[in-house]
């Protein structure tokens, strides 16, 4: 892949595997530095080097020696699906635009399909615009669980408000879907406003006190489209609403609950510009009955 414009470091990124102690240290730094709820469940040094030469995949993206982002990922079995699990994936806020998150996941891409496999899983918070732009837009990875309350109360008590539900990922990586959007297919943001226009709303919201957008209702999905807002930035929800994150985290939660109830997936990801303002939303489609066996 073609490296981000940028300085000397971001143009001399190289991606591989980490090798030395000392790298699956600085992994272990940057996890703890930059998640935030889930702080605690940074993988140690020594359970990252287990993985990596136990079938996982720890990757890095290097500047230099220096580290900017890493990937730790193990393999996971659900009885029936062998696949690789993407625990974290992170990237240091000075190079958080210059795409290194999504090169990385495309570096885990070649490896598991080097290895014969077809299937990667991870997690996020569906609050987050940004995650959501990269696995769902991006990458095309296919949101089909929500799971609420995922890791459970946070140990600190300023982020306990924050509840850690998260939206599971199934990114078939050998399809012919994920070739396509990985080589820019449906890059065209006219077709995804045509679509946001076209559907329904799940998750009603207006401005706010400070001009912010928040829920005012939750509705069922109908129709053969709906679309699913979330902020456009959670970190200013946080920072200028605060009490509104729970509002947000409850309505986002009722609305996958009620759509995947009713046979809704999510297709696509869209930010969408009207009247001078920025808004997230998921686009959901009905997926078509199962055939049923003879």
């Known amino acids: 892949m073609t490296a981000a414009r940028g300085d000397d470091r ?4 190289r991606f591989r595997r980490l090798e030395k102690p000392e790298e699956f240290r600085q992994a272990e730094e940057l996890q703890r530095s930059v998640r935030e709820v889930e702080s605690a469940a940074a993988v140690p040094a020594s359970l990252q080097r287990v993985l990596q030469d136990n079938g996982g995949v720890v990757a890095g993206a290097f500047a230099d020696i ?14 029936s699906v062998l696949y690789y699990y993407a625990h974290a994936t992170v990237v240091r806020p000075e190079y958080q635009n210059h795409h290194v998150g999504y090169r990385l996941m495309a570096f885990l891409r070649d490896e598991v399909l080097r290895q014969g496999l077809g299937e990667v899983r991870w997690s996020f918070d569906p609050l987050s615009s940004r995650a959501a732009w990269l696995s769902v837009r991006r990458l095309g990875g296919l949101p089909d669980r929500y799971l609420a ?30 070739d396509g959007r990985l080589a820019g297919a449906g890059a065209d943001p006219g077709e995804r406003v045509a679509r946001y226009r076209s559907s329904s709303a799940i998750v009603a919201t207006e401005p706010g006190e400070h001009g912010l957008r928040v829920p005012t209702a939750v509705s069922e999905p109908s129709g053969a489209s709906a679309h699913l ?14 009490e509104s994150v729970r509002r947000w985290r409850h309505a986002v939660r009722d609305a996958f609950r009620a759509a995947f ?10 930010v969408i510009s009207e009247e001078h303002e920025r808004r997230s939303f998921y686009l959901l489609a009905k997926a078509p009955p199962r055939p049923t066996g003879e």
């Open 261 to 270: 109830d009713l046979g809704y997936a999510v297709e696509d990801f869209a």
């Open 229 to 242: 807002e979330i902020p456009f930035d959670l970190a200013s929800i946080r920072e200028h609403e605060p």
């Open 10 to 13: 971001v143009r001399g990124f």
């Open 149 to 178: 309350h995922y890791y459970g109360r946070p140990p600190d008590e300023l982020a306990a408000s924050l509840e850690t539900d998260r939206l599971r990922v199934r990114w078939e990586v050998g399809s012919p879907a994920v």
């Open 66 to 79: 220096y580290l900017a982002g890493c990937c730790v990922s193990a393999l996971g079995w659900d009885g």
